[in-house]
Every structure is written in C-alpha cells, then in structure tokens.
T-cell receptor, first 115, second 113 residues
Framework: DGGITQSPKYLFRKEGQNVTLSCEQN?????MYWYRQDPGQGLRLIYY???????QKGDIAEGYSVSREKKESFPLTVTSAQKNPTAFYLC??????????????FGPGTRLTVL | GENVEQHPSTLSVQEGDSAVIKCTYS??????FPWYKQELGKRPQLIID?????GEKKDQRIAVTLNKTAKHFSLHITETQPEDSAVYFC????????????FGTGTRLTIIP
C-alpha cells in the first residue's frame, strides 16, 4: 500500500518522555520528510532529508530530532522539549531530480497523544 | 520562504454540481503545484499536479489551472459525487536547491446527496 509504512498507528506518551516514531520506505526514494498535522491546519514540515546522513530543519523543528543512517529509514524523535506534541504525524518520501517527478508519497500516519 | 494560502476552508456543494478551491503562493520561483486529497483518517494522496510551463491540466472530472502572473492556482471538480467528500490540500514547491513542499491549510469539501 504505497511502499511507505509508519509505526505505531497510535502512540500514547506521558509528559517528560521522549518517543520515537518509525518511518520505512521500500520505494528507493532518496528524499524523506516528516510533517505534523493539527486539526484545521495544513501539513507543517518538521524535518527533511534529501540523502543518507544528511537532513535539514523544516518550519517547526524545535523539540524534534531525526536521523538518516539508512536510505530506507527516517525515524523521528519527539523530545520532552516539544511543548505541544499531541498531533497526527505523517512521513513522506519522494524521488530527487530537480523537477521531473516531485510526487511525495505519504505513510498512513502516527497519532501521538500526550497524557 | 514560500507561503501558500488556500480558500475556502470549508465548502459544501450539491451532488452533481461543480466545486472550486483556490490557492495563492508568494514565491515566484515556485514551479510545481500538486493537489492532495485526504479522506478521513487516511493519508494524503496526490490527485493532480501542474508545472509552471502549462496553464491548465485535466484528468477526467478534475482540472487544475495556473496563473503565474497572479501567482494563483485552482482545483476544479465537476459532476461531484459523494466520494469526493474529503479534505483537499494545495501545495507549491521551488526546485531550486530542494524539494520542500509548502502546503495550504486545506479545504474540507462536503458533497450533499
């Protein structure tokens, strides 16, 4: 179903705890992205990576961290420094190439709730 | 950076009528404009896209128009059906250096049977 998976589907966290969301793709895409979606808002970019071992901050990176040790994987850690982490988190991937094919494929999402 | 505004935030149309959603963007260097559909509880999926070298693209009941001078683009859905009910997002990207999409805030489209 699209070749990009996220786990878990639902995640509950106590305040003060770090939590890591998984994102894996088998589409052989170089670029991967993490978005946060809140009710009534669009998708806001947290971090993105265009190649292994390299990543850049998006628009709302504070309180989050990522790693890109493998092409297939781009895990997101929500740290205790993120003040309002309850949200729906979407991972996406795309080819690179500067224009011919920019479609981003999304995973099914992880709904994080802080208790 | 790029800023994308989307209107309206909610839209209700009678089944069979047409629906139009409009977006404006700020970065004149942006050259790729996709539209995503997100059904309740599901992932966004690309439904149509347009590049800056064309003014209009059509795929069955869905069309997108682009006005580069005015920096706005629109999604048109004709002969709407109940399964068109969803949230629609526009987005814009500049290919100069990265493939970072900037999304609009979404339009919740409801088709009234």
């Amino acid at each position: 179903d699209g070749g990009i998976t996220q786990s878990p589907k639902y995640l509950f966290r106590k305040e003060g705890q770090n939590v890591t969301l998984s994102c894996e793709q088998n589409l052989n895409h170089d670029a991967m992205y993490w978005y946060r979606q809140d009710p009534g808002q669009g998708l806001r970019l947290i971090y993105y990576s265009q190649i292994v071992n390299d990543f850049q901050k998006g628009d709302i990176a504070e309180g989050y961290s990522v790693s890109r040790e493998k092409k297939e994987s781009f895990p997101l850690t929500v740290t205790s420094a993120q003040k309002n982490p309850t949200a729906f988190y979407l991972c996406a991937s795309s080819k690179r190439g500067g224009g011919l094919d920019n479609e981003q494929f999304f995973g099914p999402g992880t709904r994080l709730t802080v208790l | 950076g790029e800023n994308v505004e989307q209107h309206p935030s909610t839209l209700s149309v009678q089944e069979g009528d047409s629906a139009v959603i409009k977006c404006t963007y700020s970065d004149s260097a942006s050259n790729y404009f996709p539209w995503y559909k997100q059904e309740l509880g599901k992932r966004p999926q690309l439904i149509i896209d347009i590049r800056s070298n064309v003014g209009e693209k059509k795929d069955q009941r869905i069309a997108v128009t682009l006005n580069k001078t005015a920096k706005h683009f629109s999604l048109h859905i004709t002969e709407t059906q109940p399964e068109d009910s969803a949230v629609y997002f526009c987005a814009a990207i500049s290919n100069f250096g990265n493939e970072k999409l900037t999304f609009g805030t979404g339009t919740r489209l409801t088709i009234i049977p």
